[in-house]
Each structure stands twice: as structure tokens, then as C-alpha cells.
């Protein structure tokens, strides 16, 4: 197999944020050493089916992977290094709360082979933060980011929320000011996107928060856009910012729809022209990990004995087989969100055809609306064309 990227899923919280509908549980630390345990056998019953591919990059998301005791995290590292080749240069990214830091903690992240952060800030109001039903405050975000750095992990990427119920234009501009003064390797913005069963969107059915404005959000995104642009960072995807040599890499794997595997309740995986996940619950996911072992032996060229093999994991609970129709457009759709774009030839050397011909039509309609172009080779959106991504998006997919 080629080179994959690991993902590695950590559903542990002290507290749930009301907005959030991740798969992630509060109070159920007393999981934590059984979950471990089946988590590193799953890592190695997949490196045992895939052939041990090497791995490009790590990253342990959740849930909060910081609230986890650093031995854990080392144990984890030890069985991912074991079981996969890990290349020399791969990023080694951890997911982590501002509140969980301290000197020895990050000293120990580091020494398991930890070599990026990061940090879900989400705001540097206080008023926000509790709004968010987050359990650090704006000052605690500044001295993790700053603790970080004197751990001597210099690629640290902070993640802000913007378009949120009180949140006005100048308390947005306030938060950009602040990213400012921190000068982060890397930024992520996501606005809030209330989904369906959260506390926090159940306030807003209720009436008790008002709903999201999606002019407003709009404003403050372009906001972020030029602030951002004018400090030097490359805005090189829709959501993230990053100073030159810290893109970063693991997501730029899902954004080329290169293959990638998950583990832990929930993860998903994209390998062998099969898209999978696990199941959620973290009892059942150690239970089978537990009591049942795979039946086949590895993947094959052959669809039906590749899909064959994935569903033998036990695990496993959905899986799809991704046909070529399908793999380009998806291809066609997560390339555009990147600032380089689809690169021509290097969708002919994958497809045989080149996306101009593949979507002659589609790229006649959009081309004229300048929502997308064709720069240095590469199909690209425009700087309009961000704004109405989703409206690109749609046109490859019938």
C-alpha cells in the first residue's frame, strides 16, 4: 500500500461543550486503561492486515487526547512505532485542551514523539468561552500557547470559532488581535455550525439563544481573511492559515482523498477504494476488541475479498465502496478547498482523463460566474468562490 495517514481517536472529555456532537462522553475516565488497551491491539490487528504501509502522519483527535495521563499517550506512540514505519519527517499531531497543560506534561508529549499541537482556543472572550461551555479562560489559551513554546514545540496551530450567538464584530476583531499578538505557525477559524441534538441548538429552538447569523459570520470571515493575509499567513484551505512550512499535513491528506485509517469508536478510514468506521460506543468497541479477532488476513486487489477483510474487523460498522465515478468527484471537491487547487495532471495520472474533460459542463457554468479558474495548471476557486464553496461543490455530484 502507499503511505497512509493515522488518525487515532480519543472520546474522552472532563465536560462536553454544548455545541459539540463529536462522539465524546464525560465521565467515563474509569474506560480509560481498557480503552487504551483495545486501542493499541486495534493499531496492531490493522497493521497486521494492511502489510504495516508506512505512515506519514499521525493525529490523535477526540474528544480531548490532552486529558488522557501522558503514559497513555506514550504507550500509544510505542505501538504505532512498532507496528507501522513511521516516516522520518511525519507529523505527530495532538489534539489539546489550554487547561491540561503543564511543563511536565508537554515535556512528556514531546518525548513520545509529539512534534505538533493543537489547541482549541475557540476565543479569547471569557464571556464566549463560558458560553462555549469551555473550561479554560482567555488568559489560560495565551499561557498554554506560550508554555507550548517553551516545551520547544514550535508547530502549534490554535483553533477559533466565529458566527456564535453574542458574538459581535468587534469582539471578533478583539480575538483577531489577540491570534495577532500570539502569531501562531498555524490558525483554524470554523464557524459555529449548530447541529441537530445539542444543548446548544436546542437553546436556539427554545429561543434563548439567538440563532446564528450567517451575513454576520460572513463579515467576520472576510475579516479574518485580511487580517490574516496581512500578517503573512497563506490562507492555503477554506478554514486554515499557516506561515510558510507549517500547512498542516495530516488534513492535507483528507483533502487530496489520499488513503487514511482511523481508529477507536467512531474513526473513520478511507483505504482501498472503501470508505469505513467503527462503531461508537466505547463499552461495545472494547468488548469486540476484547472477544473477537479478524478472520481474514489481509487486503487483496480483489473488491469483494478487500471488503471481505475490512468487515471481518470487529469493529467495523459501516462501510462503502467508493467507485471511480464517485472517487473523482470527491476528489474534484476537497482539491478545491485547498489554494492550489486540482492540479490537471495530476488528476489525468489518477483518472486517465483530466477534470476539464471529465466536467466540461459543470466547469462551462461555473468558470463565467467567476467562482472558479484555471491558474498555473490547477482548477482553483476564486476568492468568491470560497464564499460559495458549497455552491461549487454541488455541481460535481448528481
Known amino acids: 500500500m ?27 475516565e474509569s474506560l480509560i486503561p481498557d480503552y487504551v488497551a483495545a486501542l493499541r491491539t486495534e493499531i496492531e490487528l490493522w497493521a497486521g492486515l494492511l ?30 512505532s512498532e ?36 489547541i482549541g482556543v475557540q476565543s479569547f472572550d471569557d464571556d464566549l468561552l463560558r458560553l462555549l461551555g469551555r473550561r479554560h479562560s482567555a488568559a489560560d489559551a495565551v499561557e498554554a500557547y506560550r508554555m507550548s513554546n ?36 498555524h490558525v483554524s477559524l470554523y464557524a459555529l455550525t449548530l447541529e441537530g441534538g445539542t444543548p446548544m441548538e436546542h437553546s436556539v429552538t427554545q429561543g434563548t439563544l439567538p440563532p446564528p447569523d450567517a451575513d454576520l ?3 467576520m470571515y472576510a475579516m479574518a481573511e485580511q487580517d490574516l493575509g496581512a500578517l503573512g499567513y497563506r490562507h492555503y484551505e477554506i478554514s486554515n492559515w499557516a506561515v510558510d512550512g ?59 475479498a478487500t471488503y471481505a477483510t475490512i468487515c471481518s474487523m470487529p469493529v ?26 486540482v492540479s490537471i495532471t495530476e488528476f489525468e495520472a489518477r483518472f486517465g482523463v483530466t477534470p476539464i474533460e471529465a466536467y466540461r459542463e459543470e466547469l462551462d457554468e461555473l468558470q463565467p460566474t467567476g467562482l472558479v479558474e484555471t491558474v498555473d495548471g490547477s482548477i482553483r476557486l476564486t476568492d468568491k468562490g470560497r464564499f460559495l464553496s458549497n455552491e461549487v461543490f454541488v455541481r460535481f455530484f448528481d
Open 316 to 341: 467495523v460498522d459501516t462501510i462503502e465502496f467508493i467507485d471511480r465515478p464517485l472517487e473523482m468527484a470527491e476528489t474534484m471537491m476537497l482539491g478545491l478547498r485547498l489554494d492550489s487547487g
Open 2 to 28: 502507499p503511505p497512509i495517514a493515522l488518525y487515532v481517536h480519543i472520546p474522552f472529555c472532563e465536560t462536553k461543550c454544548p455545541y459539540c456532537d463529536f462522539n465524546t462522553y464525560a465521565k467515563i
Open 150 to 185: 517553551d516545551a520547544g514545540i514550535d508547530n502549534v496551530s490554535i483553533d477559533l470559532m466565529y458566527g456564535l450567538p453574542h458574538q459581535t464584530i468587534d469582539l471578533w476583531r478583539e480575538t483577531l488581535a489577540r491570534t495577532a499578538d500570539l502569531h501562531p505557525p
Open 51 to 80: 502489510g504495516g504501509p508506512p505512515v506519514r502522519t499521525v493525529f490523535f483527535g477526540g474528544g480531548t487526547p490532552s486529558y488522557l495521563p501522558f503514559g497513555d499517550i506514550s504507550a500509544l506512540m510505542t505501538t504505532i
Open 217 to 219: 459570520a460572513a463579515d
Open 246 to 304: 507549517k500547512l498542516g499535513l495530516h488534513n492535507i491528506v483528507y483533502w487530496r482523498n489520499e488513503p487514511y485509517l482511523g481508529v477507536g469508536p467512531g474513526a473513520h478510514s478511507s483505504l482501498a477504494k472503501h470508505r469505513f468506521s467503527n462503531l461508537k460506543p466505547p463499552r461495545e468497541y472494547i468488548r469486540r476488541i476484547r472477544d473477537q479477532f479478524p478472520t481474514s488476513i489481509a487486503l487483496s486487489d480483489d473488491a469483494l
Open 83 to 118: 507496528s507501522f514505519p513511521l516516516e522520518d519527517d511525519a507529523e505527530v499531531t495532538l489534539e489539546a485542551n489550554p487547561g491540561d497543560f503543564t511543563p511536565d506534561k508537554l515535556s512528556h508529549f514531546l518525548n513520545a514523539g509529539i512534534n505538533r499541537l493543537s
